[in-house]
């Protein structure tokens, strides 16, 4: 399993429109057996056109900080299962969603600012 974090240096990024590159994680047998990143597509906007890219790669989770509606919907269309709410360390955060101790937030993003 591939699980994508969107990321601003070595945390989870706020904001899932505005993120520098995607951390990718894989996941075998509960531990974490591979980390990659890709670039984000530049400039603002929800991103959401890397969704079925992401799950050609195999990627089946998002944990993000946060995301509208659309961006969200947009994920789930591509099997990809959206968890809001995150913050911190990605490489701690990928660690506590292999413990299952992240839960998704349900708060969506309601306003769209370019930065």
């Known amino acids: 399993m591939k699980i994508a974090v969107p990321t601003r240096g070595n945390e989870v990024d706020d904001h899932f429109g505005h993120c520098e590159f995607y951390t990718i994680y894989t996941i075998e047998e509960g531990r974490i057996t591979a980390k990659e ?36 919907n947009v994920l789930s269309n591509n099997n990809i299962a959206v968890i809001r709410g995150c913050s911190g360390s990605t490489d701690e955060l990928a660690l506590a969603y292999i413990r299952g101790e992240v839960k998704d937030n349900g708060e969506v993003c309601h306003h769209h600012e370019c930065h």
Do not use: D, R, Y
């Open 37 to 72: 990143t890709m670039p984000s597509p530049q400039g603002c906007g929800c991103k959401s056109n890397i969704a079925p890219i992401l799950h050609s790669m195999g990627v089946e989770v998002m944990l993000a900080g946060n995301m509208g509606e659309g961006a969200k």
